[in-house]
């Protein structure tokens, strides 16, 4: 019998729709540039969640963001125009 596969299709290939759920801020080629990495759904999920901020503690434990999902972070994080600076 076969193992069970994992529903969360964390080590499968992120899709556009994981993507734009994610990092919904990206504009067509944003979204274009990430999915050409063919990251996982983790990939996407650990840079999501290190935009939002909540790498530091990750970052405080020796894991610094690698990878594709430092890619993506590079890739999605806003541009220092885009930025409301006051």
Request: charged content about 30%; cysteine-free; glycine content about 10%.
């Amino acid at each position: 019998m076969a193992a069970p596969q994992d529903s969360g299709r964390r080590e499968g290939i992120a899709t556009e729709a994981d993507v734009r759920r994610l990092l919904g801020r990206l504009d067509a080629a944003g979204v274009s540039a990430v999915l050409a990495l063919k990251p996982s759904l983790g990939d996407v999920e650990l840079a999501a969640a290190w935009l939002a901020g909540d790498g530091d503690l990750a970052a405080k434990a020796g894991r610094p963001l690698s990878g594709t999902a430092a890619a993506i972070s590079d890739i999605a994080a806003p541009d220092e125009d885009d930025r409301d600076v006051r």
